[in-house]
């Protein structure tokens, strides 16, 4: 039987070759992201050890998470470190590549390619190389400050309610800051110069030029790094384990929602109140996005 | 005059800094010279001391070290290939067939999917993988991860970019299968953007901590930050040793990314500068 060209199946006959090579992908990718993120939803209505068949409980562990003062302290924790971490990071970072890009001119690969050098050493072992920095007895900030103060200054760090957290965003700054400041260099490069000759004769000065002219032709980088820094961020997970040795922290002031997550599917076994877990964290992270990426949109 | 004062002061700024984001690096690279008891000493040492082999051989007394090592080249090699070759492969399919029936639509969802977190679904994906036996195994840390929707979209605009569409009409003529399009003629135009991938794949896969801690059991299977983040929670901690560990776990990857920065910086940037 002769089929209508332009019918559906004859187009998908004379593609054959589409449906093979995203075969792959697509079975991995149905297999391993997309069923166990719906599953997971499902999962989050029932009580569940992983053994035997989940018992369907409605939205109580949604309730019971809400009342749960461990769970509250998490989402502010990591509403603290993504906030922080995310305005100092790419702060830092858009300084650094607007200095780079209009001030200096010698050795510009060699400081692109230096402040990258964080990216390569794993998150863990950053953590455990501030832990060591930060340490009580052997730390070198300590020591530091033991020069400028009678006696050997040993200040806990890493047990202090009130520096876990900034500990933690130290290290995310630390790590980030190389990657968003070669985005933006090169995001700099792409703005005509004749914008900013322009500007000046208009007698624009730095911060009028940098309002008017640079951040809204930036605007679609920025949006990619703040997203970036989101999805990372509302999920950060091995900084806090590591700081922490898996404790979470003096009265679990450094517990982020990642690792209360780990908790209570991987060392509790609830894992119907974890999948729960994980759709606030989803959720969170959806509205976070859609909120940043409104706001962006609106200033351009 | 104001002009030169603004280009000191920045070139003083971007070098203070510098110095800062490379300073933990090379403590660390300093402590693991030094003896446990010198670093526990006030103040801690500043400069390389003579115990590198002694720490060497602490380590190694505490974990098996190069097995940890091994684990990570073989699962990082293993699992940036299987990315390079269901990314790059699903990628031409999108690029080419525009007009296959749910192209649009699934590229649209592969496109959102950058943004899910992972972290969402990872109590059903343990239990994939004890249904598949695959827990104390490496297969959930090569297998899974090589559906990674930013290397596809990133492989789709190298390959729009690369290939202009006029290319696969000659070979067609020519009589070229398209499997063979794909392996002769469209992956020597966009090795560039591969290797980008690879190191991007590897990294990741390196310097993955969360699912290695959730699927290994055994000290043997532990990859590099495992087995080394391990050590600080046993009795003791061996500060230099760990130092030492880490300092040979990134050695590797700073001169790759030294010799390749170019390629990789560029890999870094055009997939989201472009976007």
């Known amino acids: ?300 | 005059m104001e002009k030169i004062a603004s280009k000191y002061i920045s070139y003083l700024f971007v070098i203070m800094l510098m110095s800062l984001f490379i300073f933990p690096l090379i403590w660390m690279f300093i402590l693991s010279t030094n003896s446990k008891t010198d670093i526990y000493s006030f103040p801690p040492p500043l400069l390389p001391g003579a115990e590198l082999l002694t720490n060497f051989e602490n380590l190694l007394a505490q974990i098996p070290f190069f097995m940890n090592l091994w684990n990570s080249v073989y699962v990082a090699t293993s699992n940036a290939l299987l990315i390079l070759f269901v990314c790059s492969f699903a990628a031409y399919g999108f690029a080419r067939f525009t007009n296959a029936p749910g192209n649009r639509a699934i590229f649209l969802l592969v496109i959102a999917s950058i943004m899910v977190p992972p972290l969402a679904g990872i109590i059903p994906w343990f239990m994939e993988m004890k249904w598949l036996g695959w827990i104390d195994t490496h297969w959930p840390l090569i297998i899974p991860t090589a559906a990674y929707p930013f290397g596809v979209f990133w492989m789709y605009q190298y390959i729009k970019q690369a290939v202009p569409d006029e290319l696969y009409e000659a070979c067609k003529i020519d009589g070229a299968s398209d499997f063979r399009i794909y392996i002769q003629m469209v992956i020597p135009l966009i090795r560039p953007g591969l290797g980008a991938l690879a190191i991007l794949s590897f990294l990741n896969s390196w310097q993955n901590f969360q699912l290695p801690l959730i699927i290994l059991n055994t000290t043997e299977k532990f990859t590099i930050p495992l087995a080394l983040t391990n050590l600080t929670t046993q009795s003791g901690t061996d500060v230099a040793g760990i130092m030492l560990g880490t300092s040979i776990s990134v050695l590797p990857i700073f001169i790759a990314f030294i010799l390749a920065s170019r390629h990789f910086i560029e890999g870094l940037t055009s997939g989201s500068v472009k976007s």
């Open chain 1, 1 to 300: 039987m002769k089929q209508v060209a332009g019918s559906i199946s004859h187009r998908m006959k004379q593609n054959k070759m589409f449906y093979i090579s995203v075969a792959p992908f697509l079975i991995l990718f149905c297999m391993f992201s997309l069923f166990p993120i719906v599953a997971s939803f499902f999962l989050g209505f029932t009580k569940w050890n992983g053994v035997g068949v989940p018992e369907f409980v409605g939205i109580d562990n949604y309730t019971q998470l809400f009342n749960d003062p461990v769970f509250i302290k998490s989402i502010y924790n990591t509403i603290y470190i993504w906030f922080f971490s995310t305005i100092l990071t790419l702060g830092l970072a858009f300084i650094l590549a607007y200095l780079v890009n209009h001030y200096i001119h010698r050795a510009k690969g060699f400081f692109r390619v230096v402040f990258l050098f964080p990216l390569l050493v794993a998150p863990a072992l950053t953590a455990i190389m501030i832990s060591v920095i930060f340490s009580t007895n052997a730390g070198i900030v300590n020591s530091f400050i033991s020069l400028f103060t009678d006696g050997v200054f040993s200040y806990e760090w890493l047990r202090s309610q009130f520096w876990i957290k900034p500990l933690i965003v130290l290290i995310i700054i630390w790590r980030w800051t190389g990657y968003h400041f070669i985005l933006y260099i090169a995001g700099l490069q792409t703005i005509p110069s004749e914008l900013y000759d322009a500007a000046k004769i208009d007698g624009a000065n730095v911060i009028q030029t940098i309002k008017n002219i640079t951040l809204p032709l930036m605007a679609p980088i920025l949006l990619v790094s703040v997203i970036t820094a989101t999805v990372g961020g509302i999920q950060v997970f091995d900084e806090p384990y590591v700081l922490t040795q898996g404790t979470g922290g003096v009265n679990n002031s450094g517990i982020s929602m990642g690792m209360y997550l780990y908790q209570t599917g991987f060392e509790y076994f609830n894992f119907g109140l974890a999948a729960a877990q994980s759709y606030v964290l989803f959720m969170l992270i959806l509205l976070v996005t859609l909120v940043n990426a409104r706001f962006l949109r609106n200033r351009t």
